[in-house]
């Protein structure tokens, strides 16, 4: 399993808790004392909000960096954008980190660094993980974008609102101006120990920040499966979009308590019907996780509410 997926179940699970903790929520407006924490509080949950969210758009495309075929795919076939990335930008992120680096430990880091972009063209493996992202403090608002983009996948934001609106958070969320609230935010209350964060902009962050995650690692996960099979994406001719993505979705069955069912997109991908019901989570997840697996297809594991909880690529 995915290491940056794994670790963002687990944050984006506790900033729900603490969300939902009644330490950050308002009293009366008397309780001077009491409302100062919880602004202070909030303050701090919308800095860790944008950070589970840079983390992991960062972790996970360190991942796939690594996922490349070896026996498929060669350096040549990589786009200009990802080429670049790899060795160039890589660099950058490198000199940037170093700064974060013990004095006595940097060159040595540094050096450590190297081999990944120095060998980039006949070790298609094992791509730096500082080719995205890496070189500022904070994601850009349109580094996940230009890291689709890299991959051969189409569309940049558009195409994550599209991948949300199919995974039960779409609606009419302009996902690209989320991300840019979710960043305002987090330097607001980084910037301003006197910022004023209301909670129900958290609590909504929530839904946001799951939207962008989860649709930007579905589609980044298809990039690469589809340059494993030697059919490398060219964005002039044949880029990847949400419409090459297989969903199946598994969730708490509405009326047989304790059963979960699998579902699948109707062929107008305007609703989901059930195909089958499992006695338990796990049976669900071996069973689908089985045949996801021969169909090249993902899963998103829902909430009685729809809402994401975790999601499986391969």
């Given at each position: 399993?995915?290491?940056?997926?794994?670790?963002?179940e687990?944050r984006?699970s506790?900033?729900?808790d603490s969300?939902n903790?009644p330490?950050?929520a308002?009293?009366?407006?008397?309780?001077?004392?009491?409302?100062?924490?919880?602004?202070?509080?909030?303050?701090?949950?919308a800095v860790?909000a944008?950070?589970?969210t840079?983390?992991?758009?960062?972790?996970?495309?360190?991942?796939v960096?690594n996922g490349?075929s070896s026996?498929t795919?060669?350096f040549e076939d990589?786009?200009e954008?990802l080429?670049?990335?790899?060795?160039?930008?890589?660099?950058?992120?490198?000199?940037?980190?170093a700064?974060?680096q013990e004095?006595v430990?940097?060159?040595p880091?540094?050096l450590?660094?190297?081999p990944?972009?120095a060998?980039?063209?006949t070790?298609i493996t094992?791509?730096s993980?500082f080719s995205f992202?890496?070189?500022?403090?904070n994601?850009?608002d349109?580094?996940p974008?230009?890291i689709l983009?890299?991959?051969?996948i189409a569309?940049?934001?558009?195409s994550?609102?599209s991948?949300?609106?199919r995974?039960?958070l779409?609606?009419a969320?302009?996902y690209?101006q989320a991300f840019k609230d979710?960043?305002?935010r987090?330097h607001?209350?980084a910037?301003?120990?006197?910022?004023?964060?209301?909670?129900?902009?958290?609590l909504?962050s929530?839904?946001?920040?799951l939207?962008?995650?989860?649709?930007?690692?579905l589609?980044?996960?298809r990039?690469?499966?589809?340059?494993?099979t030697?059919?490398?994406?060219?964005?002039?001719?044949?880029?990847?979009?949400?419409?090459?993505?297989?969903l199946k979705?598994?969730?708490?069955?509405?009326?047989q308590?304790?059963?979960f069912?699998?579902?699948?997109?109707s062929?107008?991908?305007?609703?989901?019907?059930t195909t089958?019901?499992?006695a338990?989570l796990a049976?669900a997840?071996t069973?689908?996780?089985?045949?996801?697996?021969?169909?090249?297809?993902y899963?998103?594991?829902?909430?009685?509410n729809?809402?994401?909880?975790?999601?499986?690529t391969?």
């Amino acid at each position: 399993m995915s290491i940056a997926r794994s670790n963002f179940e687990s944050r984006i699970s506790t900033l729900r808790d603490s969300l939902n903790d009644p330490a950050v929520a308002d009293g009366p407006p008397s309780d001077v004392q009491k409302n100062a924490i919880a602004s202070m509080l909030r303050n701090g949950l919308a800095v860790l909000a944008f950070a589970i969210t840079e983390d992991f758009i960062r972790d996970r495309t360190a991942e796939v960096l690594n996922g490349f075929s070896s026996t498929t795919v060669k350096f040549e076939d990589l786009s200009e954008d990802l080429q670049n990335a790899v060795t160039i930008s890589a660099l950058s992120g490198i000199l940037f980190r170093a700064k974060y680096q013990e004095k006595v430990n940097k060159i040595p880091w540094v050096l450590g660094q190297i081999p990944p972009v120095a060998g980039a063209a006949t070790s298609i493996t094992n791509l730096s993980k500082f080719s995205f992202g890496q070189s500022t403090s904070n994601l850009g608002d349109d580094e996940p974008a230009k890291i689709l983009g890299a991959f051969g996948i189409a569309g940049g934001w558009t195409s994550i609102g599209s991948t949300a609106k199919r995974i039960g958070l779409g609606g009419a969320l302009d996902y690209a101006q989320a991300f840019k609230d979710l960043a305002k935010r987090r330097h607001s209350a980084a910037h301003n120990v006197a910022a004023k964060i209301p909670l129900n902009d958290l609590l909504n962050s929530v839904k946001t920040i799951l939207g962008i995650c989860c649709s930007f690692d579905l589609l980044l996960s298809r990039a690469l499966a589809i340059h494993n099979t030697g059919k490398i994406p060219d964005k002039k001719k044949s880029p990847v979009s949400e419409k090459d993505l297989v969903l199946k979705f598994v969730s708490p069955h509405p009326s047989q308590t304790g059963k979960f069912r699998e579902q699948v997109e109707s062929s107008g991908g305007a609703a989901l019907h059930t195909t089958r019901v499992f006695a338990s989570l796990a049976e669900a997840r071996t069973e689908v996780g089985s045949r996801a697996l021969a169909q090249g297809a993902y899963i998103v594991f829902q909430a009685s509410n729809g809402v994401p909880e975790a999601w499986e690529t391969w």
